[in-house]
Every structure is written in C-alpha cells, then in structure tokens.
C-alpha cells in the first residue's frame, strides 16, 4: 500500500509518496486548479495499490477532495495536530512544502482509523447557514454597541439590555432621531437601519436552519434541551456520524472523554481539553438545560452528586452521557435517511 501524502496551498499542491515502511518514493507539485489535480491523478496512477491523505483544511482540500473521490481515489483526512510529531521525528530538519506532505503521508500511515473522505451533502450546507448565521450576530451586536455609544452622546435614552433586536424599540429610536441634526444623529440612523437588515437576514436564516435540521435530524430535535440552532451545530460540526466506529471514538472527538492520567499505582481521570470545541459547547448548553428543566438529565445529575461528585464533575459525566446518546440518536437519522434514499435510487 502507497500513502499520498499531500501539502495543500491556495496556489500550488505538493504530494509525496511512501511505502509501508515509510520510505519516500517521489514527489509532484503542481497547480491548485482542476489541470493540476488532473496531473496528479495520472502521477498517482504509476502506484497500483494507494491511499491519499490530505491534511484537514477544509477551505483548502476540499475541491482536490472532491474531484479524488469522484475519480473512485480512496481518501482520508489528516488532522493538522498529527503532522507535529512526524515533523519532529524526521531527519531532515526545516519546513517546506514536501516536508509537510511527507509529514501528512508518515501521519497518515501511523494512524489506522483516520476518517475517510466523502463528497460533502446537506451536511455541510446547514454548517455554512450556522456559520453565516454567526457571523450576522456578531457584526449585529458591533452595530449594537456603537449604537449605544452614539445615544448617550445624543442624550437620548438607551433601549433595555438585549432590546435592540425588537421591531418597536427600533421604530421608537427613528421617531427620537428624526429631529435630532449632526453626524453622530446621522450614523446612529444609519446604525439603525444596518440593525433592522441584519435582524431580518438572522430571522430568516434561522427559520432556515429550523427546516434543514429538522430534516435531517428529527430524533436529534427530539432530544431534550437541543433547539435547532444546536441540532444544526451538531450535524454541521459533525460532518456525518457514520465516520465514528464507537461513541467513545465521537466522545473523545468532542472533547468529553477523560483524559486517564497514571503515576505508579495510582490512576485518576482529567478533563479532556482537546477535540472539537464547538461540539463541546452545544453539548456543555444542552446539560445545562436538561438540568433547569428536570427529567433524565436532572436525575442523573443528582445521582452524581450523591455519589460524592462535585457540581463541575458531575455536570461533565452528564455531559459525555450526552454525548453517547447524541451518536445513538444522529446513527439513527443518518440510517433513515439511508432508507428512504435506497427506493429512489432503486426507481432511478
């Protein structure tokens, strides 16, 4: 089995290639346009038996990702954490582009359950809608801050905390600065007008993402304390879940299974401060609500907490039980809309 190991850039992708024993074979650097991939594909055609693996840039792997996998290519994706170690075992010394390719190929030939590549789905539009809804909220709350600046230089009286969003209270500060004459009165009804657009654009994208994530997730919005905006993080983020062999692979990728930490004969467990951090905070939002609202959530804190744990360690084991059942509940969304997709494709 040959590793491909590639260096990814906006203009120029560098691969190399390696055998079994980590051994480099050759290299090929070419353009980062569908000519270059095209090169490269026939290069790799002169290894009978390969795997490719890319460092996990999505911005930057993913249209040579593509067109791999569309060509039938075999691919996984490398997490940039791994090249670190490879880099620092190799002999030759410095950073350069079949460095790190090399350094891509060693990482991906050392670790066996790196998760395999595949052609993006709705998956990723509903990542995109969250991420594009986050960014709005942002810029808004920016806007909103200036906002308040420019009123209390105006003396006019500030809205309530968080009110600014509100149709009426944004009507009630265009009637109070009509009369008001300047700059600063000027760029506050700019400021305005910029909350009104943004609020209607995060509204709209919300009840967006409500119907996507309920499509692709029902069960997941099942889930006690997980809204849309959290279903669609956890789909988004996630990326498909069929790419976890275990809940144990998936809790450890959001960060909420311990760390064992060992010294002589004694062995305890720490918080796990790795993995995917957004993940971890849709989680950490979830226990918090299944704990003000009671149920499940809320006896199994309680229990910990009668076993002697304290507040913050039983509010992480409520956590990764989350965890766990999030993989139950996203494994059977992905397998029934698996089902419904076999007859249509049977009918085609």
């Known amino acids: 089995m040959v590793i491909i190991g590639a260096d990814l850039h906006k203009r120029t992708h560098t691969a190399v290639a390696i055998d079994e024993a980590g051994r480099k074979l050759g290299q090929r650097t070419v353009s ?15 290894f009978c038996e390969r795997r490719w693996a890319l460092e996990d840039c999505r911005h930057l792997s993913r249209r040579l990702e ?20 490879a880099r620092r075992s ?58 308040r600046w420019h009123l209390h230089e105006l003396g006019l009286a500030e809205p309530g905390p968080r009110s600014l969003d509100r149709a009426p ?32 654009s995060i509204n709209a994208l919300e009840h967006e993402i409500d119907g996507l994530a309920g499509k692709l997730g029902p069960y997941l919005r099942d889930l006690q304390g997980c809204g849309a905006l959290s279903a669609a993080k956890l789909i988004g983020e996630t990326a498909g879940m069929s790419r976890f062999r275990s809940r144990a692979a998936f809790a450890r990728h959001n960060g909420t299974a311990p760390v064992p930490v060992w010294s002589g004969e ?10 995917n951090r957004q993940l971890n905070v849709v989680l950490h939002r979830i226990a918090i609500t299944q704990i003000r609202l009671g149920g499940l959530g809320r006896a199994y804190f309680d229990h910990r907490l009668a ?27 992905e397998a029934a809309q698996a089902a419904q997709r076999e007859p249509l494709a049977a009918a085609a």
């Open 90 to 147: 190799d002999r030759e010394a410095g950073k350069s582009d079949p460095i790190d390719a090399l350094a891509v190929a060693r990482a991906a030939l050392r670790e066996p359950d790196l998760p395999v590549a595949r052609l993006d789905g709705p998956e990723r539009d509903l990542r995109l809608l969250v991420d594009h809804r986050e960014d709005l909220v942002t810029t808004r709350t920016q806007t909103a801050n200036r906002l």
């Open 307 to 333: 076993q002697g744990d304290t507040k913050t360690e039983a509010i992480r084991a409520l956590r990764r039980r989350i965890s766990d059942e999030v993989y139950r509940r996203m494994r059977h969304d």
């Open 66 to 85: 593509g067109d791999l996998v569309r060509a039938g290519e075999s691919v996984v994706r490398v997490p940039p954490k791994l090249m670190a170690g």
């Open 169 to 200: 209270v944004l009507e009630g500060l265009r009637i109070a600065l009509a009369d008001q004459t300047g700059t600063v009165a000027r760029i506050a009804r700019e400021l305005v007008e910029c909350m009104a657009t943004l609020t209607a």
């Open 32 to 46: 980062a346009t569908p000519e270059g991939h095209l090169e490269l594909l026939d290069w790799s055609h002169g």
């Open 266 to 275: 004694k062995t305890h467990h720490r918080l796990s401060r790795g993995g």
